[in-house]
Nanobody, 123 residues
Framework: QVQLVESGGGLVQAGGSLRLSCAAS????????MGWFRQAPGKEREFVAA????????DYADSLKGRFTISRDNAKNTVYLQMNSLKPEDTAVYYC????????????????WGQGTQVTVSS
């Protein structure tokens, strides 16, 4: 069982930056690939980024490459999402998720989810 808690969301102006964190419970964090997803009001949940168990492999939504960076610190049981050059369309609830397998974009495959953190980008 893995419990995930996101933090770092908030209100930011367009062009600004935020770093989201997702802290995981347990001593097997390095056994899980991690993903970030987001859901805007009235829209389906969409893939943002994923990182493999050791951090050696990453995957991003094409539209977000170059602005968002995923990383992890297995010693701290934490995965991060650095978001730069934020746009109003990035406004959403951001979720982190964990799975033992590498299933980066398939949200239905992830076994564990956090409660989400709200990111609001004002124009």
């Amino acid at each position: 069982q893995v419990q995930l808690v996101e933090s770092g969301g908030g209100l930011v102006q367009a062009g600004g930056s935020l770093r989201l964190s997702c802290a995981a419970s347990g001593r097997t964090f390095s056994s899980y690939a991690m993903g970030w997803f987001r859901q805007a009001p009235g829209k389906e949940r969409e893939f943002v980024a994923a990182i493999s168990w050791s951090g050696g492999r990453t995957d991003y939504a094409d539209s977000l490459k170059g602005r968002f960076t995923i990383s992890r610190d297995n010693a701290k049981n934490t995965v991060y999402l650095q978001m730069n050059s934020l746009k109003p369309e990035d406004t959403a609830v951001y979720y982190c998720a964990a799975d033992r397998f590498w299933v980066p974009t398939r949200s239905e495959e992830y076994d564990y989810w956090g409660q989400g953190t709200q990111v609001t980008v004002s124009s």
